[in-house]
């Protein structure tokens, strides 16, 4: 792995001496663990990414669009406050060749995986079963729900070695018809199903699915501007309304209890379909845990005492 110091990491950090035995002490037990975090350049795992970097985590931030990555470089890098990398990684998670991408970013890290946050989503085409081209909605299943398959295939032997957590951002359109939303609503209720199958056959890893409420993001904006043809007028309209009564979720809030759970995850947790303010999810909504204390004893509780991370692939990771 290369040395914070040498700035060799396609990723970005920054290195900063540290002084403080307790904080020493975190960090060595810190260092050389990484989340990738999928549609990280926007939205909500725009948002992960932040505060998982926060956190001293690693992100290898995964999207298509490169320069969308890049802009997010400068808040990166003051979020990690030169504990951890900010590894931009472009790829499209539908094709292999994105994977590839993926999986050699992480390799050439030298970084332990430790979370797989599984964002990237789409909800275009939204148009009713008898409108849509077979085309468009094989193309959200490829982005919704066979990427998701993909990258769990291609990083559960690693998670399965670090006792890692998948997660899986679902929505409630998992469980409840919209009409002209088909392909979204059955692509995540599917992504359940597979998140259910996946803690039965994987107990060593702990992977839930999670829908993050109704959030202010580009997500919503295609719908409320993109979207009222293909949708019931009611349906349509109580987005509108969301909107300009200012009820969207700022997707901070759901993306700090998410984050804290791919870190923070305990095992009987697995095959859960969660919602992001559930009661069950308390001690992740805490703003106790003191994670952006300087002296950081609390800090120690939760990203030490708490991971399942086995304590050999903590101190010596095997790059
Ligand atoms: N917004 C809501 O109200 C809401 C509600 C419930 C659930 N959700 C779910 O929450 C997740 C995030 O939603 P959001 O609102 O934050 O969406 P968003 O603002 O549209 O962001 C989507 C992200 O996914 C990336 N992406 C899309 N296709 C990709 C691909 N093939 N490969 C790699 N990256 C890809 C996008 O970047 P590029 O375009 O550059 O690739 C972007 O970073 C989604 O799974 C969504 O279904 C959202």
Redesign the pocket.
């Known amino acids: 792995m290369p040395s914070p110091e040498n700035n060799s990491m396609q990723g970005e950090h920054l290195w900063m001496p540290v002084p403080d035995p307790v904080m020493a002490e975190v960090q060595s037990h810190n260092r050389g663990c990484v989340a990738i975090v999928?549609?990280?350049?926007?939205?909500?795992?725009?948002e992960i990414t932040l505060e998982l970097l926060r956190r001293r985590v690693s992100v290898i931030a995964?999207?298509?669009?490169a320069s969308?990555l890049q802009e997010l470089r400068s808040e990166a890098l003051t979020a990690a406050r030169g504990h951890a990398w900010y590894i931009q990684c472009p790829?499209?998670?539908?094709t292999d060749h994105?994977i590839r991408e993926i999986e050699a970013s992480l390799s050439q890290s030298g970084l332990v995986l430790i979370a797989l946050v599984n964002?990237?989503?789409?909800?275009n085409p939204v148009a009713s079963i008898a409108k849509t081209p077979m085309k468009e909605w094989r193309h959200q299943f490829e982005?919704?729900l066979f990427?998701v398959v993909d990258m769990c295939q291609r990083f559960l032997p690693t998670l399965r070695a670090t006792r890692g957590r998948i997660i899986n951002?679902?929505?409630?359109?998992a469980a409840r018809p919209y009409y002209g939303w088909s392909a979204?609503c059955s692509s995540?209720a599917a992504l359940n199903m597979v998140t259910q199958s996946l803690a039965a056959e994987v107990p060593e890893v702990m992977s839930i699915a999670i829908?993050?409420?109704?959030?202010d993001?580009?997500?919503?904006e295609?719908v409320r501007e993109k979207c009222r043809e293909g949708m019931k007028a009611s349906e349509h309209d109580k987005f509108v309304k969301m909107h300009s009564e200012d009820k969207?979720?700022d997707?901070t809030i759901p993306a700090y209890v998410i984050a804290r759970i791919a870190l923070e995850g305990s095992r009987d947790m697995s095959g859960k379909f969660y919602s992001w303010d559930d009661p069950q999810l308390d001690r992740f909504r805490s703003r106790q845990d003191n994670a952006y204390s300087p002296t950081l004893g609390s800090l120690g509780v939760s990203l030490v005492s708490q991971t399942i991370l086995p304590p050999e692939l903590l101190f010596n990771h095997p790059h």
């Open positions: 999928t549609g990280a350049s926007k939205g909500l795992g725009r995964v999207a298509r669009t969308k790829a499209d998670v539908t994105g964002n990237a989503g789409t909800i982005t919704n990427s951002i679902s929505s409630g359109a979204y995540k829908r993050p409420g109704v959030m993001t580009d997500m919503q295609f969207l979720l997707p």
